[in-house]
């Protein structure tokens, strides 16, 4: 996809998201709050952090347990792994499917800018093969997509915590911002 093709999109989805957050009866954004709601903060768009990658699938999809907000655990298969460089160094982050029968990816991560910049548990990618793969078969790992998981806007939510293995020790100041609300 051409940069403003994606550029684009991610402005479509991150409008979407801002009316859907505003007006759903399904938002998690508190009720009393959602007059006051105008729009979710983002880092600006970094073409830099948005990679075309393999997936370095591993041949034992193991099961993994990872806790969650609520204090129950969830169960999901490490399917496998994308490395990217970010700061002249190459990272790692594990990839999950929630379904085993599932094409998608879920790829929760933690970075540097957790606490001060961002949601303090971690941010979201959700890979969807239709969006997020690319006709040779390579997946798009954007981190400009990173959301926050529903419990950084109310408590009520349980959340998938990323485990330590996708933990980074660098700033990615791409995606979504820690709410303000």
């Not at 505003?22 to 938002?27: A, E, I, N, V």
């Amino acid at each position: 996809m051409h940069a403003s093709g994606w550029m684009d999109r991610l402005s479509k989805v991150r409008k979407g998201k801002d009316r859907f957050f505003r007006d759903s009866p399904q938002s998690p954004i508190p009720y009393q709050d959602r007059d006051e709601f105008e729009g979710l903060r983002y880092f600006p768009v970094e073409p830099d952090l948005r990679f075309e990658l393999e997936l370095h699938e591993h041949e034992e999809k193991e099961p993994v347990t990872v806790e969650a907000t609520g204090g129950d655990q969830r169960h999901v298969l490490r399917w496998g792994e994308f490395r990217f460089v970010v700061d002249g160094k190459e990272r790692t982050l594990q990839a999950y499917r929630t379904d085993p029968g599932a094409d998608r990816l879920f790829v929760p991560f933690r970075d540097a800018t957790a606490d001060a910049e961002t949601y303090s548990l971690g941010r979201y990618l959700d890979l969807e093969p239709q969006v997020h793969r690319t006709d040779e078969g390579t997946w798009i790992l954007d981190f400009n997509e990173a959301y926050n998981p529903w419990c950084a806007y109310t408590d009520g939510y349980s959340c998938v915590v990323p485990p330590d293995e996708n933990r980074l020790d660098v700033p990615i100041r791409a995606g979504e911002k820690r709410y303000e609300g």
